[in-house]
């Protein structure tokens, strides 16, 4: 890795100090290999290592139930129902990941867009979905602290290589509060309007 890498990743991953884990895999996925593998070993995997699963079920819950307050409060908007049908799709396509690394299926190369809810679900649809699938979350961290895999262990993301189960948790956790910033209720979306916000672009793995 070159000098200017090193000077140039943590900048980038500190910016307005939140969703430190998912705004560093938008940065890997956009950048050469050797800063994509710098981002993942720090923000990424050495933070996860240095949790256990209860830890990050944990985390899980907890930034669960502010999803599922910024959910409550969002307005009912094709922009707002795209937000949430793209967390949930990325949620339910990495617990699938997370179900190789338990043993419990064999890895499919599979996509983020097949697990996404339906292009015309209602937005109290969603937001129950929602719910459903970050418990869905939970309840395998509980199972990864019951049986953990063998040290060593990773399982593919399609953009930004192996991770660990515990790294898996992470982004899931990372992922889903970054993107659910952008969710919107009546009010703000008129005061919101032509402000910029760091977020997620709407890439499916």
Request: aromatic share 4%.
């Amino acid at each position: 890795m070159t000098k200017q890498s090193k000077v140039f990743v943590p900048a980038l991953i500190t910016v307005a100090g939140v969703g430190l884990a998912a705004g560093a895999a938008y940065l890997a996925r956009n950048r050469k290999e050797e800063v994509k593998d710098y981002v993942v070993a720090r923000v990424l995997e050495a933070p996860a290592g240095r949790s256990s699963y209860t830890d990050l079920g944990q985390s899980l819950e907890r930034a669960g139930n502010v999803l599922a307050g910024r959910a409550a409060r969002a307005a009912d908007t094709p922009a707002n129902r795209e937000v949430l049908a793209h967390i949930i799709g990325i949620e339910r396509w990495g617990q699938n990941r997370l179900r190789v690394a338990l043993g419990q299926r064999v890895y499919e190369a599979d996509r983020s867009a097949a697990y996404r809810p339906a292009l015309d679900a209602p937005l109290d649809q969603l937001r129950s979905l929602l719910s459903q699938t970050r418990s869905g979350t939970v309840d395998l961290a509980r199972q990864l602290h019951a049986a953990p895999p063998e040290d060593g262990v990773t399982v593919e993301h399609n953009s930004l290589g192996p991770l660990s189960a515990k790294a898996w948790l992470r982004y899931l956790t990372q992922h889903a509060d970054l993107e659910s910033r952008r969710l919107r209720g009546e009010k703000a979306e008129g005061e919101q309007a032509g402000k910029g916000q760091a977020a997620l672009p709407q890439r499916t793995p």
